[in-house]
């Protein structure tokens, strides 16, 4: 018979953790992908905070003399068709890319928060409409619905956002509301009652603090989503318009004739794209085993 | 279950209604119409000849009456005149139909082949070198965006074949044919098939933790046995409820995957009506799209209770 070794289970559930520190070192040893795309995401995001400092170009200045120039020193990932430098373009689009990709989630979070507390607690006819029209809007896949938006919205930056942010709100929404539905019968939220407080500080004090969870976990989810479904927009010319470098344009402005003549104009922005996603994918898979420990594998 | 079935289907009636309503307003959100845009082009602009084409086409009416002037001719099969092509709506989009409907089928061929073994394999070595591997190549499948895999398997023809594969109307033969159409399918499946696996795997792993499976392993069944037959059976139950995620996924797949092997199929014509800024067109491919996509979600409604006796829909 072997016996339960009390001090090496709460060790490996990280019951001794105490400081910030300790938490991230438990956080990389207890999960080692998720920490890989946690460092991904950081990568990512130090090369489009830092842009000018780790690029030579401008992302926007052509050279015709530079027209399809293959890699080189000069230009470590080449240069497009109006020899401007791939390497610039891509660490300039990890801007434009982020900036929509959080700031739709961001948006669509907030829209969906807002409806789905609202839903939760108002109930009645508000509830069912509500409900009716988010059930509508998630029969179409997610990227028609964004197709549609932009092409109603026109082509800018902030509309590429708004077309984005709309679609992810009916996920928020639903479970936002669900959460609600159950936290507003628990004794926490019925004491607060009790003593008078407010429903809508109740809301923001108590039922939201409480939903986080599971909001962290699809607010992940959704960012990967953002960043593909803007590179795909902009791929179909729907997206971010010039002068901005966006990784999607890059590649549909190459598409299939460069696919014969000049393949670094195809493989590396498709890289950066599959490559944050992928980050942020690994992150969202080890966070949603941290917080929502009833989805664990 | 007669009544529960009424009921299902009204739902989804009243569903498709709501979703044409939001497409409509949405596409009347647009500042400018079509007669704007085809002015744009020309520059200058007579408003006699401006509001001689919005009568024509029916746009200085009220907006509830063109809903309701679509909306009638939708159910009569009369989707209206493509701004674009002037020929009618309906003769576009037929025979677009089965190019997509093909690649559709294929492609879940692949995603299902591929993802559910391989998600079996991943679930019962769980936590191994093997379960690693194959969840980073699905994650890896679920990062890529569609169009890129695409272009990646036209770069590989190019360096293995000096040529890429063109999408023809008239393949010579079946196996052209299915050559054809599987290339592009296996660049839509690969992604769905990653999807496929995740939720395989998940859905295997709570299942294998089930009792009769201990029962079943206690009474001498092979690995092989309690594995496919006994777990995987009812693993599946869940997966097949998320088919219509899968569907509207693989739908997003076929739009950029259509585009980059220039695939003449619904998919991309919605792109193209789009940058046309047909909205007569993009209206009904997208109610098409919606009618697809509500109707898989209730055919899998229906098979559930017939996959899981236990589910019995009361009336």
Redesign the interface.
């Known amino acids: 018979m072997s016996t339960l070794d009390f001090n090496a289970e709460l060790a490996a559930a990280g019951a001794h953790v105490r400081s910030r520190w300790g938490a991230l070192r438990f956080f990389i040893r207890r999960y080692p992908?998720g920490a890989a795309g946690a460092l991904i995401m950081f990568v990512f995001l130090f090369a489009a905070a830092f842009a000018p400092y780790i690029t030579t170009y401008d992302p926007l200045s052509t050279n015709a003399a530079a027209s399809l120039a293959r890699p080189s020193m000069a230009h470590w990932l080449g240069c497009d068709f109006m020899g401007r430098d791939v390497w610039s373009r891509i660490i300039y689009g990890a801007r434009i890319s982020l900036m929509v990709s959080f700031g739709s989630m961001l948006l669509g979070s907030g829209i969906g928060v807002t409806l789905g507390l609202l839903s939760g607690y108002l109930l009645g006819w508000f509830d069912l409409i509500t409900q009716?029209?988010l059930?509508?809007?998630q029969?179409?896949?997610?990227?028609?619905m964004a197709?549609?938006?932009?092409?109603?919205?026109?082509p800018s930056l902030h509309n590429t956002i708004i077309a984005i942010a709309i679609p992810l709100v009916p996920y928020v929404a639903r479970v936002i509301r669900s959460n609600t539905l159950t936290l507003r019968e628990q004794p926490f939220v019925e004491a607060a009652k009790a003593i008078g407080m407010p429903e809508l500080r109740i809301a923001i004090r108590h039922v939201l603090p409480n939903t986080m969870s599971p909001l962290i976990v699809l607010a992940t989810a959704q960012l990967?989503s953002a960043i593909?479904v803007e590179?795909?927009l902009s791929?179909?010319?729907?997206g971010v318009p010039e002068p901005h470098p966006s990784w999607?344009r890059m590649?549909s402005e190459s598409?299939?004739e460069y696919?014969?003549t000049a393949?670094w104009l195809?493989?590396f922005p498709?890289l950066a794209?599959?490559?944050v996603?992928?980050g942020?994918?690994?992150l969202g898979?080890a966070l949603r085993d941290l917080l929502d420990p009833r989805?664990r594998? | 279950m007669g009544a529960y079935l009424v009921r299902r289907f009204g739902l989804m009636v009243l569903t498709l209604f709501g979703i044409s309503i939001i497409i409509f307003m949405l596409l009347r959100l647009t500042p400018g119409n079509i007669a704007d845009i085809l002015f744009d082009a020309g520059g200058f602009v007579d408003p006699a000849d401006k509001a001689r084409i919005e009568a024509d086409l029916g746009l200085d009416r009220p907006i509830p009456v063109q809903y309701a002037k679509w909306i009638g001719g939708l159910l009569q099969g009369d989707l209206g005149i493509s701004y674009q092509t002037e020929r009618p709506a309906l003769q576009e989009i037929a025979p677009r139909i089965p190019i997509t409907a093909r690649l559709a089928v294929l492609a879940l061929a692949f995603a299902v082949l591929l993802g559910v073994p391989f998600g079996v394999i991943s679930a019962v070595k769980q936590d191994t070198k093997l379960d690693y591997v194959l969840r980073v190549i699905s994650l890896t499948g679920l990062s890529m965006p569609a169009f890129w895999l695409g272009l990646l398997i036209l770069m590989g023809f190019v360096a293995y074949f000096g040529t890429i594969p063109i999408y023809s109307d008239a393949p010579t033969g079946f196996w052209n044919a299915l050559l054809m159409y599987s290339v592009p399918a296996a660049a839509v499946g690969f992604r769905s098939s990653a999807l496929m696996m995740r939720l395989t795997r998940s859905s295997m792993l709570e299942v294998l933790r089930q009792d009769y499976i201990r029962t079943a392993r206690s009474k001498g069944a092979s690995e092989v046995t309690i594995n496919y037959y006994h777990a995987l059976k009812n693993a599946m139950l869940p997966v097949v409820t998320v088919i219509g995620i899968e569907a509207a996924f693989l739908l997003g797949g076929l739009i950029v995957t259509e585009t980059v092997f220039n695939i003449p199929g619904v998919a991309r014509f919605l792109v193209e009506a789009v940058r046309w800024r047909d909205y007569p067109m993009v209206q009904n491919l997208v109610m098409f799209i919606a009618v697809v996509v509500v109707s898989i979600n209730f055919i899998i409604d229906m098979l559930y209770a017939a996959l899981d006796p236990r589910i019995k829909y009361g009336d």
Not at chain 1, 147 to 154: C, H, N
Not at chain 1, 235 to 238: K, M, N, S, Y
């Open positions: 992908l009716r029209v059930e509508m809007m029969a179409l896949p997610l990227l028609v197709i549609i938006m932009a092409a109603a919205l026109g990967g593909l590179a795909t791929f179909l010319g729907l999607g590649l598409a299939a696919v014969r393949p195809v493989i498709g794209i599959s490559f996603v992928f942020v994918n690994l898979d989805q594998s």
